[in-house]
């Protein structure tokens, strides 16, 4: 039986770490990390993310600001607050919450975020660090896998990583992030052939799909280290990950379970970026 990654565990422990060093850099600097969220309309599963981020923000000490748009707001109204959140030195972090509503191109607004303020990482800027390597923010969701990973001492450098999903905010940088640390990583699709056994060849297995219960115990290699990104709800309106945990956790040597695996990770790493960026935008070394 797999060894279950406990997604919440790492995250408190990295939240606790965040917290001691952002009241330190409060005290010997004055600097508060300062989070700006945006969003646009009244999307509840937006809602809740951006409450989210909010309570985040109290609990590590960090300046929470917050627009909370109309869905009529429009694309001159949205890039002008994002032109003064730029400006604004206490604002180290700039977030949309997506996806905004179809009058707003989701290209241009998130491409007028300043790349140093950009924590989600996918501003064109931020995106080409990471293919370099030479990044100071990672986007969250694959940031979070590797903060799991390194967590449970997976050593990554040799292993085959098959990783399903190309997605901007998931799949591809995951990827990236795999082969930065010498992983051989395999990219699979909706047009993958054979995606079953290359599936089976895998070490590390990192699903992003977001379709329940895809992967099953016959696409996993034994003693495979699986981690689930996804977030469906099954038949029954239960959460539930990419993979058929009940199946495959007997094959794999390590698991993240869904909820409670990768999912407590995303907003963390986003505290993380922030507290990096406030500390980047000061001069300050991390
Ligand atoms: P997208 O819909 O943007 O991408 C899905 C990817 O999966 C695409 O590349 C698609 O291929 C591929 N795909 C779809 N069906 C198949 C299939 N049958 N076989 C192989 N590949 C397939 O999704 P995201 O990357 O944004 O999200 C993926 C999942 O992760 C979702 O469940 C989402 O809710 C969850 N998620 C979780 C987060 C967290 O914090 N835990 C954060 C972000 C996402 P193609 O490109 O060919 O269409």
Redesign the pocket.
Known sequence: MAQIINGKEVSAKVRENLKKETADLLESTGICPGLAVILVGSDPASQVYVRNKHLACEELGFHSFEYKLSENTTQEQLLDLISVLNKNPKVHGILVQLPLPDHLDEQSVLYAIAPEKDVDAFHPMNVGKIMIGNYEVLPC?PAGVMELLDASGVEIAGKNCVV????N???KPMSMLLLQRSGTVTI?????KN?ADICAQADILVV????PK?VTADMVKEGAIVID????RDENNKLCG?VDFESVSPKASLITPVPGG??PM?ITMLMKNTLRAAKAQNGIKD
């Open positions: 969701t399903i999903g190309r997605s905010i998931v799949g699979c699709h909706s047009k993958t995606l992003a799909i977001g379709k895809f990104v996804g977030i469906n990419d990768v999912g995303t």
